[in-house]
């Protein structure tokens, strides 16, 4: 399964915290996108989201849970994404909080299913920006070595920019995409319809889209047209 993430050009992300219907997730999960995600920067339990993963395991589509609280860990999903917050000064939010992650579960941890990601945020007044002391206000410049260092120096799989919500600077995007060399690069923030999904799927590998789902289920299932075959 690690290795068929190199395939993935676009990924649906559900929130545990936000309610959908079970016809409004047989579309998503039978869209034809390449995974389902799920993570939620807040109100994300350990019953929301066994819930939901086990709606989802109705369909065949792959179903990664992205690790933001212990609280949500629950068993079944095909992987688990590991998110490190390259561009913060809380070091607990780089290898802290998931050294004490090891120290408490070691025995329970199925490491053959970890993928480890290096985030970028870049939304000052998003939550996870907020949470995790995110330094924002960077130029391209400092955000490109910043994925370098993920790229080259950790070797991470998956480079994430994350906007949160709000559509990103493309031009950005695409010199960070530029600048690595062996991570693949996911997109997520603001892509709302087929037109803002085509131009983050211009620059990067992955596109990831979650709030129009909930917003607007049409124009969410239309951004899977990005898939090349």
Known sequence: MREQIKSWQHVFKLDPDRPISDDELRQVCCSGTDAIMVGGSSGVTYDNTADLVKRIGQYEVPCVLEVSDLEMVVPGFDLYMIPLILNTND???????HVAAIEQY???IPWDKLVPEGYIVLNAHSTVAQRTEAL???DTDRATAYAQAGDRLFQLPI???EYSGRFGDMTLTAEIHRSIHQSQLFYGG??????SARQAKQVCDTIVVGNIIYENLQ???????????
């Open 91 to 97: 070091s607990q939010w780089m290898i802290g909080q």
């Open 106 to 108: 070691s025995q329970l």
């Open 136 to 138: 924002t206000e960077i």
């Open 159 to 161: 480079i994430y920019i």
């Open 190 to 195: 603001g892509i709302r319809d087929m037109h």
């Open 219 to 229: 124009a969410a299932l239309d951004t899977v047209q990005v898939i090349s075959r």
